[in-house]
């Protein structure tokens, strides 16, 4: 071994002892348990955070919705809990036979616990698949106490009649079967008669 390549050895070895050194004396990473309570008891930060979530609600035994969502965030260190769905959610509407009846998409979402009121956001689609109906709009609410689903911002309904307007919202019941606009305008398909 030639003196230069056994310097580059000692020099290593060195390097490598106070690098041990120095990791053995310095001082750990701890957090007091207030830090801790104090930094999850923050309202900015969620409680529970899950990807690829499924929810299911179920009315004697029955299913009668399923909501799926790519992340789903749990905020409870609040005056007013609520799950916010930042991804986006799909919600499926059965009906009595275990057949989805309708539909809700939308790529921003939040469930207020306390009011049991779901608001969606962006890009909000709703389809009545039996009827072949549809809604858009930008914001819409779903207040699960009244079992209405509605919205204050301009929709458009496409029906086999044809296209409405909704100028000042609209509102529906749950399943989306009953629907009323408001300050409507459209075009009307008519049959011809022969």
């Known amino acids: 071994m030639t003196p230069l ?6 020099k290593s070895v ?8 120095a990791l ?21 930060f969620p409680t529970l955070s899950r990807n690829d979530t499924e929810i299911r609600y179920t009315d004697s035994a029955r299913l009668k919705i399923v909501v799926y969502a790519p ?27 275990a057949q989805i009846e309708s539909t809700i998409t939308a790529k921003y979402a939040r469930y207020d616990e306390k009011e049991k009121i779901w608001t969606a956001r962006n890009d909000v689609v709703a389809r009545n698949i039996i009827k072949n109906e549809q ?9 699960e106490n009244k079992k209405i689903i509605y919205s204050l911002k301009f ?6 009649d044809g296209i409405f307007y909704g100028d000042g919202g609209f509102e529906a019941d749950q399943e989306f079967t009953r629907w009323k606009l408001k300050k409507t305008r ?3 398909n008519v049959k011809d008669e022969e």
């Open 5 to 10: 390549s056994a310097l580059k050895v000692r």
């Open 14 to 21: 060195f390097l490598i002892l106070l690098a041990g050194f």
């Open 24 to 44: 053995t004396w310095m001082p750990g990473c701890e957090n007091s348990i207030e830090t801790i309570n104090t930094l999850t008891r923050n309202p900015s």
């Open 71 to 97: 992340r789903l965030e749990r905020y409870t260190n609040t005056d007013k809990p609520y799950i916010e769905f930042p991804k986006g959610i799909h919600v499926d509407f059965y009906n009595d036979s």
């Open 135 to 143: 809604l858009n709009t930008e914001e819409i609410f779903w207040d």
């Open 155 to 160: 929709t458009r309904i496409m029906t086999s």
């Open 186 to 188: 459209g075009s009307v």
